[in-house]
């Protein structure tokens, strides 16, 4: 996560920018199972995008991201290496979202990429409250959860 705390604004507005780049890759890239699913949402058509638009808006969209992440590196003493987990974690979703379909990249994005930081976060506060809590602590106390979890799935 970023350590922005001294200006909240930068900080909601870059996770906002993030979390909309992965969204509209994901939509961006599947015009017409996207069209479809929003038209079955909202009872109205959709018109379908073309790929120009949606490399156009996402190189945008990155730019303006990249610029801001840059200000805050020389702003706040942002990590650099941060910078650059986010740089990579960002073109594998584009990457992902590119070659994989809609179904399969909102899977791999919300069910893993999304989970795994909120789950890290998660044992990282269990920690500090009891040192002995582990990551194989995690799993064997979510394990059940999680099997009843995707046996609805597969339902």
């Not at 599947?30 to 069209?35: D, N, Q, T, V």
């Not at 941060?82 to 594998?92: D, H, R, S, T, W």
């Not at 919300?110 to 930081?117: I, K, R, T």
């Amino acid at each position: 996560t970023l350590d922005l705390s001294n200006d909240k604004y930068l900080r909601g507005g870059l996770y906002i920018l993030w979390g909309g780049l992965v969204l509209w890759a994901i939509i961006g890239f599947h015009p017409e199972e996207s069209g479809t699913i929003l038209q079955s949402l909202f009872g109205t058509g959709f018109p379908l995008w073309s790929m120009e638009i949606v490399y156009i808006s996402l190189t945008g969209g990155f730019l303006l991201w990249l610029l801001l992440m840059i200000y805050a590196v020389f702003t706040f003493d942002l990590n650099i290496r941060q910078l650059g987990i986010e740089i990579v974690n960002l073109a594998l979703l584009f990457a992902i979202s590119h070659e994989l379909s809609l179904l399969m990249s909102f899977a791999i994005y919300f069910g893993l990429w999304h989970s795994l930081a909120s789950i890290s976060h998660e044992i990282k506060i269990f920690r500090e409250q009891y040192p002995e809590f582990s990551f194989k602590t995690f799993v064997r106390d979510a394990l059940p959860f999680s099997l009843i979890s995707f046996g609805g799935i597969a339902l």
